[in-house]
């Protein structure tokens, strides 16, 4: 019982002293410089939108869906448009080439080096036997 | 800043990926006999001739030819550098059915393909009178007339 009279009165200080410093500071704020002023009210901004703003570059929202890399989108918008140009041409090359090993051997180069003349291919009699064939 | 130097990276990468099909595209350009590099002159030896009457596209195929001829083995390549002169004196109408007809040709069934490769060897190791038998009752596969052995 004792103690938590004890308890009381201090809590009972604490709150004395506490309304007293704030007595103090809105007294100090009323006749503090306007330069500081100015800077105390920049300072604050700044720490509520750092505070608005999420530490990592993963957040998730109200519904609950991660959100990855949010604020770099805004950051380096352009940046990420040009890589994703770069990464875009880069596939369409592997797919070029790709492409292109598929259809390996299918330059002049290799009909002229093929184990029949070049001009057997261009014999009208030789095309009706490969149609021919085929279809077989 | 690191991730602007990866972005910077693959952006090098893309553009400079770009350059051999640029190159080659230069390649076609209205190059003369003399302008041709030495790999290409080798290749095309037998056109050295005739390379300044060809037109540029004709040109262009002539340098994908070079191109190619590197990537081929030794029996390969002499048969192309042997073929070269003829090719090129093919008319377009016949070098674009000799295109189609080999493209037709490699989508035979093997045996088919095989079949025909045996047949040619056969024609290429008879007689001047045996070859003339064959054209005559195979026309559509040895021609009529007379084709490179």
Known sequence: ?136 | MAFRKYAAIILFASVSSLFPLLALAEDALDKPWALLNEDQRKVLAPLADDWDGLRPWQRERMLEIAHDYPKMPADRQARVQQRLASWSRMTPFERENARKRFQQFKSLPPEKKEELRQHWHDYREASPEKRQQLRSQHPEIFGVEEMER
């Open chain 1, 1 to 136: 019982m004792k103690i938590n009279t004890e308890n009381q009165q201090t809590e009972l200080r604490d709150q004395a002293l506490a309304k007293c410093v704030v007595t103090l500071l809105n007294e100090q704020a009323m006749t503090v410089d306007t330069r500081i002023a100015s800077q105390l009210s920049y300072s604050r901004q700044q720490a509520l939108a750092n505070m608005a703003m999420p530490s990592s570059g993963m957040t998730i929202s109200q519904n609950g869906v991660l959100r990855l890399f949010r604020n770099y989108w805004h950051q380096y918008s352009l940046l990420l448009t040009l890589l994703m140009c770069g990464l875009g041409l880069l596939v369409l090359l592997a797919m070029q080439n790709m492409a292109n090993q598929e259809e390996a051997e299918q330059g002049d180069a290799y009909l002229l080096a093929s184990d029949l003349p070049p001009e057997i291919y261009s014999n009208e009699g030789f095309g009706t036997w490969l149609s021919e064939n085929t279809q077989q």
